[in-house]
């Protein structure tokens, strides 16, 4: 077996030993650099393979050979050509841990022509750039030009890639990549550990690599080391999603307002009906009533529900005795359920708050002021008014996102079975998988959304005021029958496409504007 191929994926099993700190890493590494263990600077100009078969002290034939010995030890029936069959074969072969696998990528990273199969030339294409996209990052990161990567100068690629790392878990890294145990990295063991890596070789990808395979490193005390989901780019992805989330609601803010004023109708109405009767009271700007508390919730909203799914997840699974990367279709369901709850539970009073604006029609269609509007909820219905329908609004969370993660992993696999021909779905069919099952949950546990609409909007000390959850349903029930319970689903339906749409659509973007991709 190629040395490079089994050295890419070697776990390295079992504990490692004690790690030095950086310091001490350091000066083996400036040791290691006198004693010839680091190559000569390269020449300046634009990376060739000159210089890659430079830092690997091969030649052309001696590269060729290597290379046609990797193929020839995937393609072990000597068929002369790889398919994703013998790939994951050969992974398997090669004792890659689950978590590690890139066989579908690594596929479509050499199928250059979308056939589903890989012959040599293909094959050594991968490798050419790939291996000059290791040389590159490389020199990149050796910033002293002596042909080898010290510990200290791999910890500020990773801080200034927004990653934290403290000394042990830079120890660990470093020990990993280190084939001969001398404190540095050459470029022959920086290639060796990433050369089946397909994806791009960020500073950032290349971390995360190694953070799976480092779950594989501790064996039996397998557990994610103190620090390494630290990522200071948490907070960035968070604005992107904010961002992406804000720009959604305000888009599709005019239907959400139709929606809830259908929903709080007791009458029988129209979509048009409800139409002209915002446009009569507030012109265009009345269909974007409320739609800035909309957008103030989607930070806290998301930041909250994000932290508590991560500490949901790490006690639901400490508390069966096993690791958090064992996590289960059945754990994340609970785990995001949970999180939506409490995520939900939060934001609450700002959702009643909203309703009540959208919904509020006082004399000369004059729109009190948030401040002033929180403060009558208050002083004339007391602080558990800003929870009237917070019941059915949890009810229908688990059941809704239980729909929606059984429907979407159905249409997935539907979509790749006879639509893609067993290749994995692109982000486009995800998105329209995620469109139509989160519009079939929605209408599943709409009937929950529009009891919660209907306390939330009706003052507690009124005279006609519900008396709970049961008292909406059975009054909805006798006077306007089973339709009642699905007033607004036209709108809140046409809203789904767009809202996903745009979400996607703005969120890839700022993750491009933040440096995130």
Same mark, same amino acid.
């Given at each position: 077996m190629p040395g490079a191929a089994a050295h890419a994926v070697d776990p390295r099993g079992g504990a490692p030993p004690p790690a030095p700190p950086v310091a001490a890493a350091a000066s083996a590494a400036t040791a290691g650099a006198g004693a010839g263990g680091c190559e000569p600077p390269r020449k300046a100009g634009p990376v060739t393979m000159e210089h890659v078969l430079l830092a690997l002290h091969e030649t052309e034939a001696e590269r060729e050979e290597r290379i046609r010995g990797m193929f020839g030890f995937f393609d072990a029936a000597g068929r002369g050509q790889l398919d994703y069959a013998q790939i994951e074969a050969g992974l398997a072969a090669l004792q890659v841990p689950a978590e590690c696998k890139y066989a579908r990528e690594l596929l479509r990273a050499c199928d250059r022509d979308r056939d589903g199969r890989v012959g040599y030339d293909d094959f050594r294409r991968y490798m050419d750039d790939k291996e000059l996209e290791l040389y590159r990052i490389f020199q990149a990161i050796d910033v002293e030009h002596n042909g080898?990567?010290?510990?200290?100068?791999?910890? @500020?690629?990773?801080?200034?890639?927004?990653?934290?790392i403290n000394d042990e878990e830079l120890a660990r890294f470093v020990e990993h990549v280190d084939k001969d145990n001398n404190g540095i990295i050459t470029f022959e063991e920086w290639r060796d550990f990433l050369l089946l890596y397909p994806n791009e070789a960020t500073i950032e990808n290349i971390y995360h690599h190694w953070e799976r395979v480092c779950l594989v490193d501790i064996g039996e005390q397998a557990v994610i080391?103190?620090?390494?989901?630290?990522?200071?780019?948490?907070s960035k992805y968070l604005i992107a999603g904010g961002i992406a989330g804000a720009a959604s609601r305000t888009a599709t803010a005019p239907l959400d307002r139709l929606k809830v004023i259908m929903q709080v109708q007791t009458t029988r109405t129209t979509v048009m009906h409800a139409v002209k009767d915002i446009w009569a009271k507030g012109g265009m700007l009345g269909f974007f009533r409320?739609?800035?508390l909309n957008v103030v919730k989607v930070a806290p909203e998301s930041a909250i529900r994000f932290y508590a799914y991560e500490m949901l997840k790490e006690y639901i699974m400490k508390s069966k005795g096993e690791n958090k990367s064992d996590v289960g279709a059945s754990e994340r369901l609970v785990a995001g359920g949970l999180a939506g709850a409490v995520a939900q539970t939060a934001i609450y009073p700002i959702d009643l708050v909203k309703t009540r604006l959208q919904t509020y029609s006082g004399e000369g269609g004059k729109v009190p002021r948030i401040g002033a509007l929180s403060r009558d909820i208050w002083m004339h219905e007391g602080p558990r008014a800003f929870y009237r329908g917070l019941?059915?609004?949890?009810?229908g969370i688990v059941p809704y996102a239980g729909i929606d993660l059984a429907v979407y992993e159905t249409l997935k696999d539907v979509s790749k079975t006879y639509i893609l021909k067993d290749s994995d779905p692109g982000p486009l069919v995800q998105l329209g998988c995620g469109t139509v099952s989160g519009a079939l949950g929605a209408t599943c546990v709409y009937p929950l959304q529009v009891i919660r609409t209907r306390l939330q909007a009706q003052q507690a000390n009124s005279?006609?005021?519900?008396?709970?959850?049961? @008292?909406?349903?059975?009054?909805?029930?006798?006077h306007e029958g089973i339709s009642g319970f699905y007033k607004g689903i036209l709108p809140n339906l046409l809203k789904v496409v767009p809202a996903a749409s745009i979400t996607y659509l703005v969120y890839e973007a700022m993750k491009k504007n933040l440096s995130l991709d």
């Open positions: 080898c990567i010290l510990p200290e100068e791999l910890w @500020d690629a990773l801080v200034k890639a927004g990653i934290e080391p103190e620090g390494i989901s630290k990522h200071v780019n948490a409320g739609n800035g019941v059915p609004s949890l009810l005279e006609a005021a519900y008396r709970g959850m049961s @008292d909406v349903f059975w009054r909805t029930l006798q």
